[in-house]
């Protein structure tokens, strides 16, 4: 029986990369948010240049998961090279949908799907005469074809070309001419729609639809970032390109022409930190965005950065782990090596936005966070929500705010000679005042090393000021406690032993798979850690619960041992729910990770 | 070691420049380097440079590495903030620094180790942005603070101090900052005063990336025979191209040289270097030619000191990112935050 669900179902697209299939497969997912129903569209795409696979992944869920499902109850089948995986990932009951052109053996099908083949080759070479131009609208018939068998408004569709080619209008007609080829094709060979179908809904609201990436280079422009130093590394060379073309659009003095920002491509990732902390240093605010091998690269800076306590952003869009190849899939497994980077006694401070909502909100406040607490601040987005589109809230701003610049002492204030000591903690607050360059004729210089230093920042080898501006430093972490954004607490509809700790990019899926395990008599009490240091919420919810699972991306359990270490917690009160395959986290895996761990639970529980 | 600052009591009638400084006021604390060390002549030269200049101590920003040269920025310009950063990065933090303030002025210290091996990078790609800066590199080939070791400055066959011969191929940092498009390049001695002080004050003027390679013997490690940079090894092999004179707009030509060996160099600000040629057939404007100058002294086993090259109309790195001319560290909230406004196009734009 084929699959029979409305609004509710998962399409794979997959391609053949090069093939200028990206921009029509986000017009059939824009098409469907269009009409009110929620869909998140998730890249696949290996590390290959051109001619290789890549796949396009898109959830419709008008009851709102956003999350990564599994399993694929429509293919779209447009690359003959992965076709035996593909076809093999079809839910029973799913449906194929292929370019018919070359006759395909039955051998290569399965008869547990319906097959739809639509001879999109044939179609597009009888119109089209050029390479380029019967590849490219080919990827519209096909989006024409599925808006037939989907039943997707192509009213909808055609607006959205309207937008799309808006200012190069001579586009519009051709790629509408295109879509009905599609449309028209499906409409007389098979009985639209499918079992499969859109229906308008109103479930989208006021949402906005963005890339993580995107919205933290806006949050940075918003923050009052005017240094960005960066060197290119998948996934986030989409950061520092959105920031660049923000600031081309929000940050050009309107008299002169000039530029209210400056950004250097950099030669490594060395040279990256080592500007964003000279800038830093000098009283601008900078931020670098990198990935996991970069945080490695750029470890003896941050330590440098942490002892000489200098404001610095640093955007860590997570992948996989070394070299090539799984690096360009998702994984949250830089905690540890941000959390402590560098040699000597260095911890960090981090943020682990869950969407692009919040990826511009921490984005922005990290610069504040930096300022006030002088120090390199890391936000921890990953691969799935930075270079992903994803439906968010809209990007809240309020006018009254100010830039935070956090303890700088003035021209003023050394000309009436308050006393200005670079690490003497005034304020009891473990934080000291700081000067910039240049401030003053005859006060407030000072000269900036790692640790060797006293309070009035003279050089120091004496153990006695090492251990008190170590004890200082220890203070602002603690400081730092009550400023990074607060844990988000779920409760569960009703009383229970068992809390789940999850961050980041794993809030969707962790949302719906608490849902499926209530629903199984599962409840859990959900808690959503958005900052480093921990704050005492964190450790209290954890005394409040018998058993708490750490839900993350990554094989080390690396928020767990974090959560051990700085929290003092019992080893075996911390359930590790892992998942690191380079696929973004699904409900299905962790409803069946804690729902199998709950029956062992209470297995052991019975005498 | 701790901090050992100097007496502040001075002679009554000590000089004063412009700005009414002393050259006092451009002093550090006592330094700590080997008593002769070259570094602490190079420190005493771009004291004497700023004092002549009468130039704000606070608005210089002094920036090293690490290394017995990096140690330095300590020891001058007590009343300028000054950073010492890790090993061959100080161009980064240097560059960072110029980003976010273009209106200081930027004195980046290193070493051959600092600059030529561990730096070799950022050393090179500083100098390729141009950015607005004194680079001066204390060269003594060999590494100090480890006790020793050859650098990559060393000379093909120079000797240890025990002995050992040096196999590879030394790095000239000169023809390195000429080809890697430094607008201002000169090489210097330690022991001469009279040629690196105008020097270091015509690069502190010049408005763009001005390198200057300072050979500066190491008095424990690399000041034996069969070292090429030994004091008295390189006083033998100076071959210099000119010798110059610093002169301020207001300041009257006093110098006296033979007729037409002198060549006026007006700069960008309209400030002059008198130059007096030495090596009759050196252009400084001509690229190729003091390549090839330097080729040429270095195969006669000679030394090439002096102004090498200059750009005397340079572009910077600011005037490359048509950044705006007020400090980026001094734009203020108006300046930076677009507001809700402009925050509700760009939510409309997501939708």
Same mark, same amino acid.
């Given at each position: ?16 990369? *090069? ?26 795409? $290996? ?71 639509? $001879? ?104 009052? #970032?005017?240094?960005? #130093? ?46 964003? %902390? ?85 984005? #922005? ?122 844990? %988000? ?100 895996? %962790? ?17 | ?140 080939? %060999?590494? *100090? ?207």
């Amino acid at each position: 029986m084929p699959i029979q669900s409305i609004n509710d179902f998962v399409v794979r697209f997959a391609n053949v990369n *090069g093939s200028g299939s990206a921009s029509a497969n986000q017009l059939f997912a824009r098409s469907i948010i269009r009409m009110g129903v929620p869909v998140t569209p998730r890249n696949i795409f $290996p590390s290959n240049i051109q001619g290789l696979p890549t796949w396009y992944e898109v959830r419709v869920s008008e009851a709102g998961n956003l999350g990564a499902r599994g399993g694929t109850d429509l293919l779209v089948a447009m690359n003959p090279q992965t076709w035996k995986d593909d076809v093999a990932a079809i839910e029973p009951g799913g449906y194929i949908f292929y370019d018919s052109s070359r006759s395909i053996p039955k051998s290569q099908f399965r008869d547990d799907i319906t097959v739809l083949g639509v $001879p999109l080759t044939e179609i597009c070479n009888k119109r089209y005469t050029d390479a380029r131009q019967r590849q490219l609208f080919k990827n519209i018939i096909y989006v024409g074809a599925l808006a037939a068998l989907l039943d997707i408004d192509i009213k909808v569709v055609e607006q959205l070309i309207g937008e799309q080619f808006k200012g190069k209008d001579k586009l519009i007609a051709p790629n509408l001419e295109a879509l009905h080829m599609g449309r028209d094709y499906a409409v007389q060979n098979f009985e639209c729609p499918i079992g499969l179908r859109v229906r308008h809904a109103d479930n989208v609201g006021d949402r906005i639809f963005v890339e993580g990436n995107t919205a933290a280079a806006l949050g940075a422009v918003y923050g009052g #970032a005017t240094v960005c #130093a960066w060197y290119p590394i998948t996934p986030s060379t989409s950061l520092a390109e959105a920031f660049m073309s923000y600031c081309q659009r929000l940050r050009i003095d309107k008299e002169t022409g000039q530029n209210k920002f400056a950004i250097v491509q950099a030669e490594d990732e060395l040279a990256s930190i080592g500007m964003v %902390v000279g800038a830093g240093w000098n009283g601008a605010r900078a931020f670098t965005a990198t990935s996991g091998p970069g945080i490695s690269l750029m470890q003896e800076f941050l330590g440098l950065a942490y002892f000489a306590e200098i404001p610095a952003v640093i955007f860590d869009v997570q992948r996989g782990g070394p070299s090539t190849g799984i690096p360009t899939r998702t994984q949250q497994s830089d905690i540890l090596s941000c959390a402590y980077a560098s040699h000597g006694d260095t911890k960090h401070v981090l943020l682990f936005p869950e969407d692009p909502h919040e990826a511009f909100e921490f984005g #922005a406040q990290a610069f504040d966070l930096a300022d006030r607490l002088q120090t390199p601040i890391f936000v921890l987005l990953d691969l799935d929500i930075g270079s992903n589109h994803r439906l968010c809230a809209p990007f809240a701003w309020d006018d009254s705010r100010k830039l935070d610049r956090g303890k700088v002492m003035t021209a003023a204030e050394l000309e009436a000679g308050k006393d200005f000591g670079r690490y003497l903690d005034v304020d009891g607050d473990g934080i000291p005042y700081r000067t910039y360059p240049g401030t003053h004729p005859k006060r407030g210089a000072y000269f900036t090393r790692g640790t060797t230093k006293d309070r009035y920042a003279r050089y120091s080898e004496e153990g006695a000021d090492y251990v008190d501006n170590m004890e200082r430093l220890a203070k602002k972490f603690e400081t730092a406690k009550s400023l990074v954004p607060a844990p %988000v607490l779920k409760s569960a509809s009703r009383k229970t032993d068992l809390g789940v700790i999850y961050f980041g990019s794993t809030a969707p899926a962790m949302h719906e798979a608490a849902d499926m395990l209530a629903a199984k008599g599962v409840h859990l009490d959900l808690l959503r850690v958005r900052g480093f240091p921990f704050s005492s919420d964190v450790s209290d919810f954890i005394a409040e619960h018998e058993r708490v699972f750490v839900v993350e991306q990554n094989k080390d359990a690396q928020l767990r041992t974090l959560l051990m270490v700085e929290c003092g917690i019992d080893p075996a009160q911390l359930m590790p729910i892992l998942h690191y395959d380079g696929n973004p986290i699904t409900a299905r895996f %962790v409803t069946k990770a804690i729902g199998d761990a709950v029956n062992q639970i209470q297995e052991r529980a019975i005498p | 070691m701790t901090y050992l600052p100097k007496p502040k009591f001075h002679h009554p009638d000590i000089e004063t420049n412009e700005l009414g400084f002393t050259h006092r006021d451009y002093e550090g604390p006592i330094s700590t380097l080997c008593a002769g060390c070259g570094h602490d002549s190079i420190s005493g030269a771009i004291i004497k440079a700023c004092f002549e200049l009468s130039i704000e101590p606070h608005r210089v920003a002094k920036l090293s590495g690490i290394g017995c040269s990096s140690k330095t920025p300590t020891y001058f310009l007590g009343q300028s903030h000054g950073f010492n950063t890790v090993h061959g990065r100080m161009p980064s933090v240097l560059t960072g620094a110029n980003m976010a303030n273009r209106d200081l002025l930027y004195l980046g210290v290193s070493g051959d180790g600092d600059s030529a091996s561990i730096g070799f990078g950022q050393f090179a790609h500083a100098i390729r942005r141009g950015v607005n800066m004194v680079y001066i590199v204390e060269n003594n080939g %060999v590494y *100090g603070l480890t006790k020793g070791q050859f650098s990559a400055t060393a000379d093909k066959g120079s000797k240890s101090k025990k002995g050992a011969a040096n196999r590879d191929t030394p790095i000239d940092l000169v023809a390195m900052a000429l080809q890697l498009g430094a607008t201002f390049v000169a090489r210097s001695f330690s022991g001469d005063k009279g040629q690196l002080v105008p020097l270091i004050k015509a690069a502190i003027e010049h408005k763009g990336a001005a390198f200057i390679d300072c050979i500066s013997p190491c008095v424990a490690f690399n000041n034996h025979e069969g070292s090429t940079k030994s004091f008295d090894y390189v006083r033998a092999h100076n071959a210099a191209l000119n010798s110059l004179d610093f002169i301020t707009g207001r300041v009257p030509i006093t110098a006296d040289y033979a007729p037409g060996s002198v060549e006026d160099v007006t700069l960008h600000d309209g400030t002059t270097i008198k130059l007096h040629k030495l090596a009759e057939d050196h252009d400084v404007r001509d690229k190729g030619a003091a390549i090839n100058a330097l080729h040429r002294i270095q195969a006669r086993g000679e030394i090439a000191t002096g102004l090498v090259y200059l750009d005397s109309d340079p572009d910077d790195l600011h005037a490359n990112l048509n950044t705006i001319a007020r400090p980026l560290n001094e734009l203020n909230d108006a300046d930076l935050v677009p507001g809700v406004a402009a925050l509700a196009k760009i939510n409309a734009g997501l939708r």
